[in-house]
C-alpha cells in the first residue's frame, strides 16, 4: 500500500468516526500543533540554516513513504482540511524508487504545502546540527505523536493502521529530512 492508499484510508477513517471521536483528536492534535509552534520558536537559527544556506536541501531529496506515517497523515488532515485536494493530487506524483524533491512543495520549488506548525514529525524533529538547545521542545513534540500514535493503534480500526505501517514500511528513526520553511523564495 503506496502512501496515496494511506491517505485514502485515512480520510475515510475521519469521515466514518463519530464526533466523540473527532473530538477526541482534535485535542490530541491541537497538542502537536502547539508543540509544533514551541518548536518552531526555539528552532529559529536552526531552521534559518535550513532556509538560507541549504535552501531546503533536504526537502530535495526524499523518499517521502519513509517520511510520512499514518499518524502524520490524520494530523494533517484534522489540521488542514481545506488541503485534502491538493494534498491527494501532490499524492499522485509521488515517485516509487528514488529520493526526489518533496511532492509537497509547492511548484517543486517550495515553500512547503503545509502551514510551519502543521509539518509531518520528521520533517521538524530531524536536524543536521546541534539539537541541545531545543532538546525539551524536540521531546514535547515527539511525544504529542506519541500519544495520537497511540490513541490511533487504540481504535477499532487499528488493523488498518498496523497494515499501514507495516505497508508503507514507516519507521520513526534515521532518515533526514527537512522543511522548507521559507514563505517565498
Ligand atoms: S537539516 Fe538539511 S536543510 Fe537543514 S541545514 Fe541540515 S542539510 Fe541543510
Ligand atoms: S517540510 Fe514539507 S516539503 Fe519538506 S519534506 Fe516535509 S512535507 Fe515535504
Given at each position: ?26 485535542i ?114 515527539r ?13 477499532r ?29
Open positions: 500500500m503506496g502512501l496515496d492508499s494511506a491517505f485514502v484510508h485515512a480520510r475515510a477513517f475521519l469521515s466514518k468516526s463519530a464526533p466523540t471521536e473527532i473530538e477526541r483528536l482534535k490530541l492534535c491541537r497538542r502537536i500543533r502547539l508543540a509544533e509552534q514551541d518548536l518552531n520558536r526555539q528552532a529559529v537559527p536552526l531552521l534559518a540554516r535550513c532556509q538560507f544556506t541549504c535552501q531546503g536541501l533536504c526537502c530535495r531529496n526524499i523518499l517521502l513513504e519513509e517520511i510520512i506515517t499514518p499518524c502524520d497523515l490524520v494530523f494533517i488532515l484534522v489540521e488542514t482540511a481545506g488541503l485534502q485536494d491538493l494534498i491527494a493530487a501532490a499524492l499522485r506524483r509521488v515517485p516509487t524508487l528514488y529520493s526526489a524533491p518533496c511532492v509537497f512543495l509547492s511548484d517543486g520549488q517550495g515553500p512547503c504545502l503545509f502551514p510551519a506548525d502543521v509539518r509531518p514529525e520528521k520533517c521538524l524533529t530531524t536536524f543536521c546540527a546541534d539539537e541541545r538547545p531545543i532538546r525539551t521542545e524536540l521531546r514535547n513534540l511525544r504529542a505523536f506519541g500519544r495520537l500514535n497511540r490513541h490511533l493503534l487504540g481504535q480500526t487499528r488493523l488498518l493502521f498496523a497494515l499501514f505501517s507495516r505497508c508503507c514500511g514507516f519507521g520513526r528513526n534515521g532518515e533526514r529530512t527537512m522543511r522548507w520553511t521559507t514563505k517565498s523564495r
